[in-house]
């Protein structure tokens, strides 16, 4: 009830194309959906969050894209850069609770 | 604001030994949270405080894990005795509103061989 899948484990994109990475939930009852971007080395970093009561949210390049009634949402890179290369995690939570479930992660390189 | 520093950033020791990873939050941060991070079970919530307080051990995996937060401004994490299993990254985070906007250190990668 409380798994976030994500997919694809990892992915390689040409510099300038568009990387996609899915995420599925399964607890209805979650209500904040943020994504992480971690570096080699790094912690993770809050990259772009979205609520249910919106079907897409834009921040420069990237675009987060949901669908309540799958239980799914996405994270789009536009005109994907070298220095986007990196994990990226999805993660679900309750923002009235006190823990953030985590995807498997995704690992995105970039060639130039 | 140099963001929240954990030390040390790597710890080699022998499986038995007592480790004690230490955390010190952003200022004026009331929220702090333990992280585990392994490729099998990817990034773990071990622990949270709110204002010094532990307000939810459940993720804590036995016994032999215990945390503290004597105060605002710092935070142990301590495994005694150490195994193998226990080698990981282990993060830790602090924010002023909840999990999802939490501030990640740069980590501790535990060995304990």
């Known amino acids: 009830q409380q798994q976030v899948k994500q997919s694809p484990q990892s992915l390689i994109v040409q510099k300038g194309g568009i990387s996609i990475i899915n995420c599925a939930y399964e607890?209805?009852?979650?209500?904040?959906f943020p994504w992480y971007q971690q570096f080699p080395g790094k912690g993770p970093a809050l990259l772009i969050a979205?609520?249910?009561?919106?079907s897409e949210k834009k921040e420069g390049r990237f675009t987060i894209s949901f669908n309540k009634s799958a239980k799914q949402f996405s994270l789009h890179i536009m005109d994907s850069q070298p220095g986007d290369s990196a994990t990226y995690f999805c993660?679900?939570?309750?923002?009235?609770?006190?823990?953030?479930?985590f995807g498997s992660g995704t690992q995105l390189t970039v060639l130039p | 604001d140099a963001g929240v520093i954990q030390s040390p950033r790597h710890e080699v020791t022998e499986m038995g030994q007592e480790v004690t990873l230490r955390c010190k939050p952003i200022?004026?941060?009331?929220?702090l949270f333990w992280y585990r991070q392994t490729m099998m079970r990817g990034l773990e919530l071990l622990i949270y405080f709110n204002n010094n307080v532990p307000i939810d051990d459940s993720g804590m995996p036995e016994d032999r894990f215990s945390a503290k937060m004597p105060n605002a401004s710092f935070s142990t994490l301590k495994i005694q005795p150490s195994e193998p299993r226990d080698s990981a990254v282990y993060f830790c985070?602090?924010?002023?509103?909840?999990?999802?906007?939490?501030?990640f250190g740069q980590g501790t990668r535990l060995t304990v061989v």
């Open positions: 607890n209805t009852a979650f209500d904040y």
């Open positions: 979205i609520r249910p009561d919106v």
């Open positions: 200022s004026g941060h009331n929220s």
């Open positions: 985070a602090s924010s002023w509103r909840g999990p999802a906007a939490a501030f």
């Open positions: 993660a679900a939570s309750k923002e009235s609770a006190r823990q953030l479930t």
